[in-house]
Each structure stands twice: as structure tokens, then as C-alpha cells.
């Protein structure tokens, strides 16, 4: 016996597209937001970027606590630093000796 061959049901093509247009549709919508989304690519770039911002920021806070923890320490002894004490008077509090020249801006 011969077998013939199947004839195919026109109604399977109008179909097979709409399964290939949702398809398409649906990798499009996942790769919109794999890269746009809330956490996709331009996002993980972003964050990747300010991590390195306030790794800085943290290190040049470190830089300062160091050196402020230093200058307490050097005050908080019995008898504190002189040289220190010179310089947070004329620094902070504008203090000059009296054999000090002091130039003033207009």
C-alpha cells in the first residue's frame, strides 16, 4: 500500500505564526528588561560605578578619622603636645605670638 502524503490544514500556518509572533514578543520583553530593567545591565553598571564613588568617599573618611583620632590622642595625654596646641590656637582660634607679622588680604 502507498501511503499519501499528508495534506497540510491551511488553519496550522495562521496559527504557527501567532505562536512565532508571541514568541518573538516575549524574548523581546525579556531582553528589554534584562537590560533597561530594574536590575538589568545599565542598573548593575550604575551601581558598579557609585560602589567605586563611596569606596573613595569611605577611604578619604578613614583618612580623616585617622588623623583626627591622632591629634585626641596626642591631646588627651597628661601633658599634651605643644606643637599641637600651637596649631589648633592659630588654626582654629587665630591666635598669633606677638613677634608674629601678620599680613591681611582686602
Not at 518573538?24 to 531582553?31: I, P, V
Request: with cysteine; charged share 35%; hydrophobic share 40%.
Amino acid at each position: 500500500m502507498l501511503r499519501q502524503p499528508k495534506k497540510h490544514d491551511r488553519r496550522s500556518r495562521p496559527r504557527q505564526a501567532t505562536v512565532l509572533l508571541l514568541c518573538l514578543g516575549l524574548t523581546a520583553y525579556f531582553a528589554h528588561h534584562a537590560i533597561n530593567g530594574r536590575h538589568g545591565f545599565e542598573a548593575r553598571s550604575r551601581l558598579i560605578e557609585r560602589s567605586a564613588l563611596l569606596e573613595f568617599e569611605i577611604k578619604s573618611l578613614e583618612a580623616v578619622r585617622a588623623r583626627l583620632e591622632r591629634d585626641v590622642a596626642l591631646l588627651g595625654a597628661k601633658k599634651p603636645d605643644p606643637d599641637l596646641v600651637e596649631e589648633i590656637a592659630r588654626e582654629v582660634l587665630g591666635f598669633v605670638r606677638p613677634d608674629d607679622q601678620v599680613v591681611t588680604q582686602r
